[in-house]
Every structure is written in structure tokens, then in C-alpha cells.
């Protein structure tokens, strides 16, 4: 009698991020997510809305192995997190994952250059002069070469969160993660870095995930989850 065995996941089936049945839960008792499962494949982006509380900021750091789930696991790459030491977890958050916030936390004594370089040089990959092209090759690609030598303190709120950017795809991520990142931003400005993450999904192929209380932003992505209470109560295609 033969045996029927299931078909295995190739490293095209493998997504880039997986959720299973992750959950949250804070020593007093507070649960901040319940038993999420979210698969997000190269190229997808993507809006995580809902109301305030509800769980959006909470699941991104989960997503981005900046917090560890009290139950299930979060795999990056087909790799389960879990069991990583807190240096290997911060080595692969350094090598494969972005993070833009609402508060673009750049060093203000620092140059938008240098503010750039800083996870070039944590990584240790590049030598100076290549890590020095990297930089400003991301700074020109959002509009900024002419920044570089300013420091934060002389850019405006959009031009920060664009250092912010660049500063996020230093090392070459294969994810970007972005926490309300045009949360103080003019409409304006806020339509510029949603314009830069729509050209990083698009013409490099990377995943985006962001939250945003924006419904105008969120439209513009390809894919939108939405969490009540930390349970996802919708995930599908963005209508346009």
C-alpha cells in the first residue's frame, strides 16, 4: 500500500512573512492580539487599519520580531523566529527588515547622510567609500542628494520621514515595515512617502506593510487587513 504525502513548500510557495496563530498578551492580562495568522508573499502592499486600541501597532512589531508573541510563531523567510537568540533576532532585524515610525527618530546631531549610514556600518558589509554610495544613492533615489550634508534639524517634516526611508532600506530589506509614518505630515507630504513606498513595491519588489488611520492612504495600497479588538476581521484586495 503506498503512502499519500503531502506536497512541500518550495522556496517560491515559502511566503516572505508568516503569522500562525500568534497572540499577545501583557503581564497584567491585557491582551493586544488574538491569535492572528497572516501569510504576505515579495511584493505585496499592504495597509493594516482598524480603530485606535485595536491592535495595529501592537501586531507590527510582532510582524518585525521587535516584540515575541506569547503564543504561535512568526516565520521570516520560512525560518521560525522562535527560537532565536535575542542578538541573532536583532542581526536578522538589522539584515532583512526596514522600520519607518511616526517619529522619523533620527539622530539630530547627525547629518541626513550620516543618519543613513549608521545601519550600513552596524551591518559591516561595505567598506566606507561603498557604504558612502549606498547612502547617497538612496538619498538621491527619494529626492534628497542635495540634503545629505544638512542635519534633521534643517529639513521639513516630509523630507525627515524620506531620510527616515532611505534610512530603512540601508541594507537592502526584503520587508519594510512602517508604523503610521505619515501620522504628522501635511497631506502633501503624507501623498510623497506613500508615493515612495508605492515605487519600492512596484519597481524593486518589495513588501510593505504599513499602518495608517488614513482611509485615503490606505486606498492606495494593493491589500488591506483590518484588526478589531487585535483580531483581524477582514484581510483581502483593496478596492479601487
Known sequence: MSETTAPRETATTIPLLEARGISRTLPEGVTLVRDVSLRFAKGEFVAVTGPSGSGKSSLLYLLGLLDRPSTGEVLLEGRDTA????????????ARLGF????????????ALDNVLIPIRRLGRLRDRAARERAMHLLDQL???DAAAKLP????????????IARALANDPALILAD????????KNAGAVFDSFARL????????????????????TSRRVH????RVVSDGATPH
Open 83 to 94: 527560537r532565536l537568540s535575542p542578538p541573532e533576532m536583532a542581526a536578522l532585524r538589522l
Open 100 to 111: 519607518v515610525f511616526q517619529f522619523h527618530f533620527l539622530l539630530p546631531e547627525f547629518s
Open 143 to 145: 529626492g534628497l542628494a
Open 153 to 164: 534639524e534643517q529639513l521639513s517634516g516630509g523630507m525627515r520621514q524620506r531620510v527616515a
Open 180 to 187: 503610521e509614518p505619515t501620522g504628522n505630515l501635511d497631506t
Open 201 to 220: 513595491v512596484a519597481e524593486e519588489g518589495r513588501t510593505v506593510i504599513v499602518v495608517t488611520h488614513d482611509p485615503d492612504l490606505a486606498a492606495r
Open 227 to 230: 484588526l478589531v479588538d487585535g
